[in-house]
């Protein structure tokens, strides 16, 4: 179903749930949040839909629901239990929840995020659970590189990408396939239910399965290893995370033995899609963007190490 007609059908069964859910529903406007080819989400009052992406496999969607129900207060709980078929793409409904504001950096809920992803791989997975799809996601990223054309910055990229282990590369089984992960963790990834204040719960269980926690932290490591998150964030997150008792990384000493793997892998996805981005818009890369390649350059000429320097 294109975007064209799939908005309308979804901001349909947005209104008829929260109607089922407050029926005295205001009845404001509709507000479209996301619209991507991998999902597409619409608000009506205090409930979201979500369209998600073409192809995810529904016994897979249904028990990472099963867990997001059986764990709310660390995972935002669905309204739908089970996904509805809608035109052919699988749509789940929401509480609405408030997200973290990208305009005060200074309020980023370091704390409540690390200290939520400690818990959850803490937490035997209530239900059977498939892999979680970050390493699924790099390997998108990368294929997506490729299929991009040729730019002068892939080539450091892709270069970095080859020395990584398979399982990193979704090329073979993780090693850890027990512990309950979130598969893609930002900060985009909470918000605050019930809004406006409610406590912090994650969101976006797309990519939520079994795996090696350490990939949960890898975005934020990654960042502070370019030089983008600066290192008192970078401690705020990873002190709370070990106050919390989070398994990823050992109790005290130096984190980078388990994080430098991921890390590495989060940098190459992310200056896969970044060189993506700017071919389609036809711009030359940005200063954030250029850290990020520059990192995969240091990283494809130095082989994993034991200390914060891939980037640096």
Known sequence: MTTHHLLPALTARARSTAHTQTPTCPCGTTTTLTD???GTVVRHESTVAKAHAPNTNPTHLTARLTTAAELPTLLLPPLTPTPLDLHTRLVT???Y?????????DAAPWEAAATL???LHRTPPPTPLPPMRGPLKA???ITRLREAGPHPAATPVLHAWTRLP???????????TTTLCHGDLHLGQLVRHPAPDGPWLLIDVDDMGVGVPAWDLARPAAWYACGLLPPEEWARFLNAYRTAGGPAVPATG???PALDIPARTLTVQTAALAIVKAVAADRPLDEVELAVVDACDRMGSVPPELTPGFAK
């Open 36 to 38: 991507r080819p991998d």
């Open 93 to 95: 409904c929401w509480p």
């Open 97 to 105: 929840g408030t997200p973290v504001d990208p305009d005060d950096p």
């Open 117 to 119: 992803l400690a818990h």
């Open 139 to 141: 390997l998108r990223a």
């Open 166 to 176: 398979a399982w990193t590369r979704a090329e073979g089984p993780q090693p850890d």
């Open 254 to 256: 130096d984190p980078w």
